[in-house]
């Protein structure tokens, strides 16, 4: 029997949008369950072992830190304080330093190719060096404050202090998406310094000894990490000391760092089930 093509054209008209329809229904449903199972997902609560301790300049009003072969990056806060420095990290050593504008609070920082990028606070400013000799190249704008700032392979992730991450495009600066972070369901806020690791977004929880573990797909916090105790009471007794912030992660040997603003020490800690913390 010859096929009747007109009648096939109808019947297709007819109904292949709404299979079309069904199958997209049906894919939103499987990420909804996804994000679904990644809410209502029991947050895990981590310790932490000491591995290493370093020195840290106590006079470091410590916003940003991250590793990258074999040296430490700092960006620091502060009106009139501020500054972006490159670190021996053995030894605790400035091997080179830029400070920024008495009118700039200096804020977190990130490595993107042969750049760093620096923010500040509320002059909605963002800074680009050439991280061979941190010379500033260019300037940027963005709309929110400036807090912690990382990157993964393709963006960089930056906050502003609320539950809200933006998504920039590295080389216009431009946002091109938003991560809304939840834990248990409920607005994530206080988000502050960041660091990529192994697919997940690491972020202090300010003004807290909490480290978030961050699912970048759903926002939701997978887990914490709590890193009460890693400051001893003689230092918090013989120092001023502020909150454990600064977060530097070394991707070649699987290594975690950790200070905070002012902190004395600078600590490679490992992540252990809550029941095995080991307070520094």
């Known amino acids: 029997m010859p096929i009747d093509y007109y009648i096939l054209s109808r019947f297709a008209l007819k109904f292949i949008p709404a299979i079309m329809l069904l199958a997209a229904m049906v894919s939103a449903a499987q990420d909804s369950a996804r994000l679904s199972q990644e809410e209502n997902h029991t947050m895990s609560t981590f310790g932490y072992e000491v591995v290493n301790v370093y020195p840290h300049s106590s006079l470091s009003f410590t ?18 304080q501020s500054t972006l420095s490159r670190i021996e990290l053995e030894t605790g050593r400035i091997l080179d330093e830029k400070r920024l504008d008495s009118s700039l609070f200096g804020e ?17 400013l963002g800074l680009i060096y050439c991280k061979e000799n941190m010379t500033e190249i260019g300037r940027f704008r963005y709309i929110t404050e400036g807090w912690g700032i990382t990157a993964n392979s393709s963006s960089l992730i930056m906050s502003d202090g609320t539950d809200v991450l933006h998504i920039l495009d590295p080389e216009s600066y431009t946002e091109t998406g938003r991560i809304k972070v939840t834990a248990n369901g409920r607005p994530q806020q206080g988000i502050n ?6 697919g997940q977004i690491y972020a202090n929880i300010w003004p807290t000894n909490w480290i978030a573990i961050i699912s ?9 990490i709590d890193l009460q105790g890693i400051l001893s009471q003689e230092s918090l007794q013989a120092r001023r000391v502020d909150v454990l912030n600064g977060i530097a992660y070394d991707g070649k040997e699987d290594r975690l760092f950790v200070t905070g603003k002012l902190w004395p020490k600078l600590f490679e800690i490992r992540i252990l089930p809550k029941g095995g913390l080991i307070r520094g």
Do not use: C, H
């Not at 916003?63 to 009139?80: A, N, P, R, S």
């Not at 310094?193 to 192994?198: A, G, I, S």
């Open 63 to 80: 916003q940003g830190l991250v590793y990258d072969e074999g040296m430490l990056y700092e960006g620091t806060g502060l009106f009139g």
């Open 193 to 198: 310094e960041l660091e990529y690791v192994n």
């Open 216 to 224: 970048p797909e759903s926002g939701a916090v997978m887990g914490k």
């Open 108 to 124: 977190g920082i990130a490595l993107w190719k042969d750049r760093i990028v620096q923010l500040t606070w509320q002059s909605g």
